[in-house]
């Protein structure tokens, strides 16, 4: 190739692989390492990166820049042999910025949802015709993970961990919600919240949660249009039902009825992902009804609820790993299967989360008729005394669940599978790799 050499310091992540593939796209020379093998890093070769299991100092030798993974620590030796040969590195949040640097930016940010929700956008807009460009943290369904696309537009899911998400300029916002999480970074849910409101203030126009105080708070002072149920909301669902296919509901916009819609995901809080969807197509001029109309068809994300075994037992694979998400999840498989008990496999998420947000995740997780808990994913965290997923179940005991504590993931997926009879629901929460021994076990089913 003759374009430049990029070399991506943990090219499997969520978002180093879609950015891989829109360097690959443009043409430019991509290699990459990461520290175990899989079916990103296969996609990513087919599409002619060339990658590197494990970190080598002498993988980023004739790189003209380095891009690392967030979740990587500083001392990695191929970050290290960058800086003594002098080759320029670049957080991925400001590689992308530099990329998209004169594109037309929908940037969806937000504590939960902004995957399905980035998805949603882009697929619509792109069945109506306008051949954005796009940028997806996980797989979907139907979608690659990014597309340069054909037009000035470019949808973009903007992570907010680090707060580099700031040196980003979108002319559209959505902001889905804002919860406490990554307060390593903040240090609290007020400067969390600072920046997502400055954020919003960057913007042309601001889509935003009504139904989220928070984000009704930071939207305020610049223009903005709320979606949600509330009856404040300009694009509101009402009458919501949840059904066999996904959850039906009526469409209202400005007070005004649009029409009925239908999802093939469960749960309230996707109901607002596709209102996020259908307010942000609508502001770029598409039609409530033409859009409405794209909602049952819509591409289904990765571990977001997905159902992959059902029958006689069903098995639900699902990301969350925050408490509201957690809640969130459970609500809508008891509302989907009201009379089947419900068994929560869940694996703790960093040893920092699980430090600030242990109480909350056994409140969520209590409400299962049973949880079986593993230890902690580290995700490059050092342990912290105290702090294992032993917290999470007593407190789950606290309000009145029964938790178990199954340190081993591989051992935790199989006593919560065998618990489980027929009739039940076993769901797996975690954005670790606790999904590796339960779909290997499920596959066996």
């Known amino acids: 190739m003759d374009g430049p050499r990029f070399h991506l310091v943990g090219i499997a992540g969520d978002g180093m692989a879609p950015l891989a593939s829109l360097l690959l796209e443009l043409g430019a020379e991509v290699s990459g390492s990461d520290l175990r093998g899989g079916k990103v890093l296969g996609t990513l070769m087919d599409l002619g990166a060339n990658i590197s299991v494990g970190h080598r100092p002498e993988n980023v030798e004739g790189a003209d820049a380095v891009i690392r993974s967030s979740a990587v620590p500083p001392d990695n030796p191929e970050l290290a042999r960058a800086r003594r040969a002098g080759i320029p590195i670049h957080p991925r949040l400001h590689a992308l910025e530099i990329l998209l640097s004169r594109r037309r930016l929908i940037a969806v940010c937000g504590t939960h949802g902004k995957t399905t929700t980035t998805a949603w956008i882009s697929y619509i807009l792109r069945r109506v015709g306008l051949q954005v460009g796009f940028y997806i943290g996980a797989e979907v369904r139907g979608l690659p993970r990014a597309a340069w696309g054909g037009e000035s537009w470019f949808v973009a899911e903007v992570d907010e961990s680090d707060g580099l998400f700031l040196g980003l300029r979108p002319e559209i916002a959505v902001l ?9 970074t903040y240090g609290g849910l007020g400067p969390l919240a600072d920046a997502f409101g400055r954020f919003l203030h960057r913007a042309r126009l601001a889509v935003f949660c009504g139904d989220d105080p928070v984000a009704r708070e930071v939207s305020k002072g ?25 959850v039906s509901f009526e469409v209202l916009v400005e007070g005004k009825a649009a029409g009925e819609a239908r999802i093939p995901l469960l749960g309230r809080h996707n109901v607002l992902n596709a209102l996020a969807a259908l307010t942000a197509a609508w502001v770029m001029g598409t039609s409530i009804r033409d859009a409405l109309g794209l909602l049952p068809e819509l591409p289904l994300p990765a571990r977001r609820l997905e159902l992959i075994h059902e029958d006689g037992l069903a098995l639900v694979d699902d990301y969350a790993h925050h ?3 957690i809640a969130a999840g459970l609500e809508a498989l008891r509302s989907h299967w009201p009379e089947r008990r419900i068994i929560a496999l ?8 699980t ?4 109480r909350e995740l056994g409140a969520a997780l209590a409400g299962a008729d049973l949880a079986v808990v593993t230890d902690v994913y580290p995700a490059f965290e050092d342990p912290i005394p105290g702090v294992s997923g032993r917290l999470v179940v007593d407190r789950a005991r606290a309000h009145g669940g029964r938790a178990i504590f199954v340190p081993d993931p591989r051992d935790a997926a199989e ?17 670790g790799d606790i999904w590796v021994p339960f779909r290997r076990m499920a596959a066996m089913l």
């Open 176 to 184: 889905t919600n804002v919860d406490r999480d990554h307060l390593g």
């Open 222 to 246: 610049g223009p903005s249009i709320s979606y949600g149920l509330g009856p404040g909301c300009v694009v509101r669902a009402r009458n919501l039902r949840p059904s066999p296919q996904g």
């Open 323 to 325: 408490p509201r998400e």
């Open 346 to 353: 869940f694996q703790p998420h960093r040893y920092s989360r």
């Open 355 to 358: 430090a600030t947000l242990h």
């Open 415 to 431: 006593r919560a599978l065998s618990a489980a009879r027929e009739g039940d629901v076993v769901v797996c929460f975690g954005a």
